[in-house]
């Protein structure tokens, strides 16, 4: 039932409008969602797409503090039944609309079938104005998980190179591969000091998925450890707007551009140009 509303929600968004729902996830928390899905949806905006974060990791409100902005309703109101999600949409002053999870409510993976049932039943009429909707899922994998990325067009992982997190993107892309979920999966390596990094674990990552999921993943690109995040952070302004020339900035736009026309930039992630640019890349970034 749940399964079909979902996709009833994805067919019906992709008739009406080319909303395209887009779901943030990692194994374990620390690895940088929040900063990613703030920063690509702001980098989203700037191409000139209407954006929607929603801060689906409920009960850590990470959005609202990261930018510096209090939201008059949350996910909350609209479970307690006081809003429609609609009305709980808040408008942010940097161009993109925000709906917070809110403190103080059970996380997402406690979250029961009725709430689920209740949210996603609202989504096709909140989101069809918007270009991307971005879902900052918060971490871990559940069946209540599961409900709501069945909803979503595409799936971005994020690890980064530490072994443990390796193994819990992994764990997180197995769950969701043995429940039948399509994809496409997409993988970022945050917090990377070079782009031969980044090649190197989406590359491990990549060959177990391949091996003993026989799935596929895409590399959508890297970011760099970046002291700008953190400064950022603790201004609680998103390090996009902070740090406009920032590397962070600049991998995420380049992230963000490569997510909406893969083809422009697929000759960066494979093949001998792939590698001659990432080579010049590296050598620039090093200067
Ligand atoms: N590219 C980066 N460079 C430096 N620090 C980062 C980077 N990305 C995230 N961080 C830091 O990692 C921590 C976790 O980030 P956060 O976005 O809150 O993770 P999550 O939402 O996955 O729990 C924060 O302290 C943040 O400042
Ligand atoms: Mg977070």
Redesign the pocket.
């Known amino acids: 039932m749940m399964k079909d509303q979902a996709e009833h929600l994805r067919l019906k968004m992709q008739g009406i409008k080319k909303t395209k729902a887009l779901a943030v996830l990692?194994g374990k928390?620390?690895?940088?969602?929040?900063?990613?899905s703030i920063n690509f949806a702001l980098s989203l905006h700037k191409l000139g797409y209407k954006v929607l974060l929603f801060d689906m990791?409920v009960g850590m409100g990470?959005v609202e503090i990261l930018m510096g902005i209090s939201t008059q309703y949350t996910i909350a109101d609209v479970l307690h039944g006081n809003v429609s999600v609609q009305e709980a949409v808040s408008k942010s002053s940097y161009g993109i609309d925000i709906l917070s999870g809110g403190t103080g409510l059970n996380t997402l993976v406690e979250m029961d079938e009725g709430d689920i049932t209740h949210l996603l039943a609202q989504f096709d009429v909140s989101f069809v104005q918007y270009d991307y909707v971005i879902f900052?899922m918060g971490?871990g994998m559940s069946k209540s998980v599961l409900s709501f990325l069945k909803a979503a067009d595409e799936i971005v992982v994020?690890i980064t190179p530490e072994p443990t997190s390796l193994m819990d993107g992994y764990a997180s892309v197995k769950f969701m591969m043995m429940e039948s979920l399509e994809g496409p999966y997409n993988v970022v390596i945050?917090?990377t000091s070079s782009s031969r990094e980044g090649e190197i674990v989406f590359g491990r990552i990549n060959k177990v998925t391949e091996k003993f999921l026989n799935g596929q993943l895409s590399y959508l690109g890297r970011?760099?450890?970046?002291?700008a995040?953190?400064k950022a952070?603790m201004k609680q302004v998103p390090f996009s707007i902070l740090y406009p020339n920032g590397k962070?900035t600049k991998a995420v736009e380049e992230l963000a551009a490569s997510f909406v026309n893969p083809s422009s930039t697929k000759f960066l992630k494979d093949g001998f140009l792939a590698r001659l640019k990432h080579q010049f890349l590296e050598k620039r970034e090093r200067l």
Not at 29 to 36: E, L, M, Q
């Open positions: 990692s928390g620390g690895v940088g969602k929040s900063h990613f990791d990470n900052d971490a994020l945050n917090k970011i760099p450890t970046d002291s995040v953190t952070a962070a």
